[in-house]
């Protein structure tokens, strides 16, 4: 044999090195199943979460471009127009003070819940697919993720058991405020982080607790003190998802630290001896955290309240906003056993907050009383009492009369930042803390062995079968006109442009934003739906000024009637055109009453040019 015959690695390096490529993926592949087995409940919970929230949203599928929310339809248009916006951060094309509304001011986003976080992560999907898919995900997607979240939190941080837990996650992801919230408020069911932000309070508490004190060699006590590194960890996770929520909604951050300041006093009360060793430490992990906050939150909280276009007050009346006293054991029409006759106790389909029904409520206070004289028993019952009070607002209300009974809210009410949140709202936060309640409840009866462990779960669920969600109404919507779904608009408006369609955005008529959406923000729009400093003395309000050629083509398109058009108001159409910056007024044939509003437009602008569905004027 020939010395110089290659020896086998020699011969074949490749196969080397695929018999280590094999056994190298081996140990992956057995840990990823090992996982996947280990977490399988887990994953049968998201799962069945996730199938139940598609269940809900079905109605905006296969189309969601063509579908929309029947009950809050105008909300809807104003958020894929935020979405649209907020996509353009992944063009370079971002600033917290947008120039694509409201043209030649602007909008200050801060100012405006719209979902920036949220917005910015789903651009991609918003880009390759449109505004409307991105929307439709994130209805489904909040009430999922806010139910898994939940039942990770109790599972994990309370111990209990996982049918427990799925309880209680499925009450706080799909419970009658969440859902009805779901017709277009995503500010309001992006909850998923609120039970991190819980997760990272009550481990800070845990780390800043020295313990009871160990007893030394000379009969001395000594506290072992706190855990510093985790002390710290906790206070830089908090910092991040609070400022993360800031991104996704203020309201429900704000309603969060309401319910977690009154749990931590009622908590404080009930256990003295560890208030006194935890709060400095807790104290000062706190600061750490607000301080690291501040830092990423400064300079967008000033924008919002002081910067261009910002406002400092709510815009909302809290007596129209309050809570009905009757509604909190009447059943929501969006329930399976709820009747639209209830639809009377609140002010829209949106804010059936209230809504949980009698047998939930004398569930969950039997639940109180039979798990137990807990420390976090006591702390929900008070924080649902605090909570459910304000919702009631200034002034009691029973069966849509006002009583003349001044409410706990009246206390509260201008002070800064609490007229921002609607008080019917509070009521959201009953959902995490009733459904604590029963997760304790329906634990301990699983740990028994008596006729408990069958008669409460079986208690539980029937309290919570009259409250099962409903799909939510959807109905079809028009097509975006060929001018811009066909790209158009470019004809006669550069990009980054101004664009006036006729009639323009309103408030109660924000159809015309769907253009703007549809063309990935890409252009402007004069007025449009949007918070902004155009109410008394500078406060907030909804929506702008109409310059006097808006006005007048809102009267045409509201009455088809065609106006005597003379030389002021040419000369007035010129000036607003030159206000707005507008490069282009655009009239497509679908819009009501078109032939007298083309008329109108002829008298003001001189004759039209025909591009695709469209009459277009160039200004």
Same mark, same amino acid.
């Given at each position: ?17 695929r018999?280590?490529?094999?056994a ?8 990823l ?14 799962v ?17 471009g ?15 127009w ?5 996509a ?26 719209? #979902? ?9 999907v918003?880009l ?40 209680? /996650? ?6 009658? /405020? ?30 800043a ?13 000594r506290?072992?003190?706190?855990d ?26 704000f309603?969060? =630290?309401?319910?977690?300041?009154a749990?931590?006093?009622s ?6 001896d ?8 807790f104290?000062?992990g ?7 906050a ?13 910067g261009?276009?910002?406002?400092a ?9 309050s809570a ?12 399976v ?9 609140t ?5 059936y907050?209230?809504f ?38 200034p ?29 019917m709202r ?5 959902l ?5 309640l ?7 009866a699983l ?20 409250i099962f ?10 097509? #975006? ?6 790209g158009h608009?470019?004809q006669c408006?550069?990009?980054g442009g ?33 918070? /902004? ?11 702008t000024f ?10 045409? =398109? ?13 000369r007035?159409? #010129?000036r607003?055109a ?22 109108t ?10 591009i695709?569905?469209?009459?277009t004027?160039?200004?």
């Amino acid at each position: 044999m020939s010395s110089a015959a290659p020896t086998a690695p020699d011969a074949a390096p490749e196969q080397a090195f695929r018999l280590a490529d094999r056994a190298n993926r081996r140990p992956r592949a057995t840990r990823l199943l090992a996982a996947v087995r280990r977490h399988r409940a887990d994953l049968l919970a998201a799962v069945i979460f996730a199938v139940l929230a598609g269940w809900l949203t079905h109605g905006l599928w296969p189309d969601p471009g063509g579908r929309i929310l029947a009950l809050n339809p105008e909300d809807q248009a104003l958020y894929e127009w935020f979405l649209a916006v907020d996509a353009r951060a992944l063009l370079g094309d971002f600033d917290l003070l947008t120039d694509r509304l409201n043209a030649p001011d602007g909008v200050n986003l801060m100012a405006n819940t719209t #979902v920036i976080a949220l917005g910015v992560v789903f651009s991609p999907v918003t880009l390759l697919l449109g505004a409307p898919v991105t929307f439709a995900l994130l209805a489904a997607g909040n009430l999922a993720g806010t139910a898994l979240a939940w039942y990770l939190l109790f599972h994990r941080t309370l111990g209990v058991r996982r049918l427990a837990a799925a309880l209680g /996650g499925g009450l706080c992801g799909f419970g009658p /405020g969440m859902v009805s919230q779901t017709n277009s408020h995503l500010h309001m069911t992006a909850q998923w982080l609120v039970p991190v932000i819980v997760w990272l309070v009550v481990r800070l508490l845990r780390a800043a607790d020295p313990g009871p004190g160990i007893a030394n060699e000379a009969g001395s006590v000594r506290a072992a003190g706190p855990d510093r590194r985790r002390l710290f960890t906790s206070a830089a996770g908090l910092a991040g998802a609070v400022s993360a929520q800031v991104f996704i909604g203020e309201e429900v951050l704000f309603l969060a =630290a309401i319910t977690l300041l009154a749990m931590a006093i009622s908590y404080a009360v009930a256990d003295r001896d560890l208030a006194r060793r935890a709060l400095p430490g807790f104290a000062g992990g706190l600061a750490i955290a607000a301080g690291l906050a501040l830092l990423v939150l400064g300079y967008p909280l000033w924008f919002q309240f002081a910067g261009p276009q910002g406002v400092a007050n709510g815009m909302f009346t809290p007596a129209y906003f309050s809570a009905d006293l009757s509604s909190w054991w009447a059943l929501s029409p969006l329930s399976v056993a709820g009747s639209d006759e209830s639809a009377r106790l609140t002010t829209g389909p949106a804010e059936y907050n209230t809504f949980l029904g009698w047998p939930l409520l004398l569930v969950a206070a039997v639940s109180a009383i039979w798990a137990g004289r807990r420390r976090l028993v006591f702390a929900c019952v008070v924080a649902g009492l605090v909570m459910g009070a304000l919702s009631l607002g200034p002034e009691v209300v029973l069966g849509g009369t006002r009583t003349a009974i001044p409410g706990p809210y009246a206390l509260i009410g201008g002070l800064p930042l609490v007229d921002g949140a609607l008080p019917m709202r509070f009521a959201l936060a009953l959902l995490p803390l009733v459904a604590t309640l029963l997760v304790l409840a329906v634990d301990r009866a699983l740990r028994s062995s008596g006729q408990a462990r069958r008669l409460v779960p079986l208690a539980v669920g029937a309290a919570l079968l009259p409250i099962f969600p409903t799909p939510l109404p959807t109905a079809g919507r028009p097509a #975006v006109p060929e001018f811009v779904s066909g790209g158009h608009w470019r004809q006669c408006v550069p990009p980054g442009g101004v664009l006036v369609p006729v009639p323009l955005p309103t408030p109660k008529e924000p159809w015309p934003m769907r253009w703007a959406t549809a063309a990935d923000a890409g252009f402007g729009l004069p007025e449009g739906f949007f918070i /902004g400093p155009y109410g008394r003395g500078g406060g907030a309000a909804m929506g702008t000024f109409k310059q006097p050629t808006s006005a007048l083509l809102a009267d045409v =398109a509201r009455r088809g009637d065609q106006p005597a058009i003379g030389d002021e108001q040419r000369r007035q159409a #010129v000036r607003d055109a030159d206000f707005w910056g507008a490069s282009c007024v655009a009239l497509t044939d679908e819009t009501p009453h078109a032939d007298a509003l083309r008329k109108t437009l002829e008298s003001l602008y001189g004759p039209p040019t025909r591009i695709a569905d469209a009459w277009t004027w160039r200004v």
